[in-house]
């Protein structure tokens, strides 16, 4: 089982920048991807980007040159720096671990972008 605890969200006005961190722990070498997930009032949570444990990175097009994710092996964290935010940027952001078979969430961080 992999536990994953997040941080780092809070309020920033428009063109801020705030940076997530996703601390994982438990079987963590299992994990084969990990991703930030969003979720705005009223909408499905959407994929915001990956990171293979290979290091290999993906985002969605829309989000691309703005949001970048890494991750830190020594301390089994992964972050997501996060750009020229806008208000339509604003949701709750979710860290996720796939390792094996197996799905895990964080219990999520609120990002309030104001204009």
């Known amino acids: 089982q992999v536990r994953l605890v997040e941080s780092g969200g809070g309020l920033v006005q428009a063109g801020g920048s705030l940076r997530l961190s996703c601390a994982a722990s438990?079987?963590?070498?299992?994990?084969?991807?990990m991703s930030w997930y969003r979720q705005a009032p009223g909408k499905q949570r959407e994929l915001v980007a990956s990171i293979t444990s290979g290091g290999s990175t993906d985002y969605v097009d829309s989000l691309k040159g703005r949001f970048t994710i890494s991750r830190d092996n020594a301390k089994n964290t992964v972050y997501l720096q996060m750009n020229s935010l806008k208000p339509e940027d604003t949701a709750v952001y979710y860290c996720n671990a796939f390792a094996g078979s197996l799905s895990s969430w964080g219990q999520g961080t609120q990002v309030t972008v104001s204009s």
């Open positions: 438990g079987s963590i070498f299992r994990i084969n991807v």
